[in-house]
């Protein structure tokens, strides 16, 4: 089994920063991707940011500019660095990560519990 732990969610005023930590743990093989995802009340659940094995990393076009993935391989972590905060980044954000057991096999997709982040104006 996989688990997946964020951190990191919080209150903070608009212009404001969080840092998101994501941490697997479990019996992983191989990560192939992680990435951030969020979804605000009666919204749709959307992509933030994503970053592959082979460093390829994707953002929503809505935090290009402001937030920052990265991912620590040796420690199966990911951050999600967000800065100039704003009230519709208020959401709860999850990590997902797909990755592939010891000795082989297929790539399955694990999701994190989600964190709460909440931006005031």
């Known amino acids: 089994q996989v688990q997946l732990a964020e951190s990191g969610g919080g209150t903070v005023q608009a212009g404001g920063s969080l840092r998101l930590s994501c941490v697997a743990s479990?019996?992983?093989?191989?990560?192939?991707?992680m990435a951030w995802y969020r979804q605000a009340p009666g919204k749709l659940r959307e992509l933030v940011a994503s970053?592959?094995?082979?460093?390829?990393?994707n953002y929503a076009d809505s935090v290009k500019g402001r937030f920052t993935i990265s991912r620590d391989s040796a420690k199966n972590t990911t951050y999600l660095q967000m800065n100039s905060l704003k009230p519709e980044d208020t959401a709860v954000y999850s990590c997902?990560?797909?990755?592939?057991?010891?000795?082989?096999?297929?790539?399955?997709?694990?999701w994190g519990q989600g964190t709460q982040v909440t931006v005031s104006s």
């Open positions: 997902a990560a797909t990755i592939q057991p010891p000795g082989g096999g297929p790539f399955r997709n694990y």
């Open positions: 479990g019996s992983i093989g191989s990560v192939y991707a």
């Open positions: 970053i592959m094995n082979g460093g390829g990393i």
